[in-house]
């Protein structure tokens, strides 16, 4: 079962733009992640939001939770060629003792 | 920083041979995982384990089996591979499920070309 679903597919934008990536998902929650993964390799840790709390910064991060609607966003403000990579929406389910993730968003930041 | 190591990051088998893919962590974390990653499909969940010898079935389990006789280690077995099972594997550990230590850590991956 697929629990998070990000939108868009994939996105690219200019060096300096925000980026703002969406995850929505289908059952209760503990918590909201979101990892980033270059291409090939394993995926990193960003930021965990639990399901009491509505928003959440890291840095350049931002990142909200509406769990009336079952959804999650993801901000990069000030984007850098760097952040180029794909970004992934993880959901731990009250129901159930794993960690789901979704399809993910393919970002390009263009230098 | 917590270290999670796969035996191997480019593997190639055959049809019908048994395949062992080995993770270790170093960081005495309770809970690992083992993920595929597929174009489109994102991460799909095989099989997880919160302590030694325990074991649960993720959302793909059939074709595959896990072991794990020590808490740092987490072995995934492909008892008879098959072209299908070509894929990227990722293991992953976190410490606890509770207290802000869910976040995983992941290895580099083992692309595997089963042929």
């Known amino acids: 079962s697929q629990q998070g679903e990000e939108d868009p597919q994939a996105l690219s934008i200019q060096e300096g733009e925000n980026a703002t990536m969406n995850c929505s998902y289908k059952?209760?929650?503990?918590?909201l992640q979101w990892y980033r993964q270059n291409s090939g390799r394993g995926l990193v840790h960003l930021i965990l939001?639990?399901?009491?709390?509505r928003e959440k910064h890291s840095g350049r991060l931002r990142v909200t939770l509406d769990t009336s609607k079952k959804s999650s966003s993801l901000l990069i403000t000030a984007s850098r060629a760097a952040d180029t990579a794909s970004y992934f929406c993880?959901?731990?389910?009250?129901?159930?003792?794993?960690?789901?993730f979704g399809p993910g968003t393919s970002l390009s930041v263009i230098p | 920083d917590v270290k999670v190591t796969q035996s191997s990051r480019y593997l190639v088998k055959r049809t019908g041979e048994k395949v062992f893919l080995e993770c270790v962590q170093d960081?005495?974390?309770?809970?690992m995982f083992w993920y595929r990653q597929d174009p489109g499909l994102g991460l799909r969940l095989i099989y997880f384990?919160?302590?030694?010898?325990?074991?649960e079935k993720g959302d793909i389990p059939e074709g595959y089996s896990v072991s794990r006789e020590k808490k740092e280690r987490f072995s995934l077995i492909l008892e008879s591979a098959s072209t299908n099972q070509t894929s990227m594997y990722l293991c992953?550990?976190?410490?606890?499920?509770?207290?802000?230590?869910?976040?995983?850590?992941f290895g580099s991956g083992t692309q595997l070309s089963v042929l």
């Open positions: 992953a550990s976190s410490l606890s499920r509770t207290g802000g230590n869910e976040k995983l850590f």
């Open positions: 059952t209760s929650i503990n918590n």
């Open positions: 939001i639990r399901s009491n709390e």
């Open positions: 993880a959901t731990d389910e009250t129901s159930y003792d794993k960690v789901i």
């Open positions: 384990s919160y302590d030694v010898k325990m074991k």
């Open positions: 960081m005495d974390h309770e809970n």
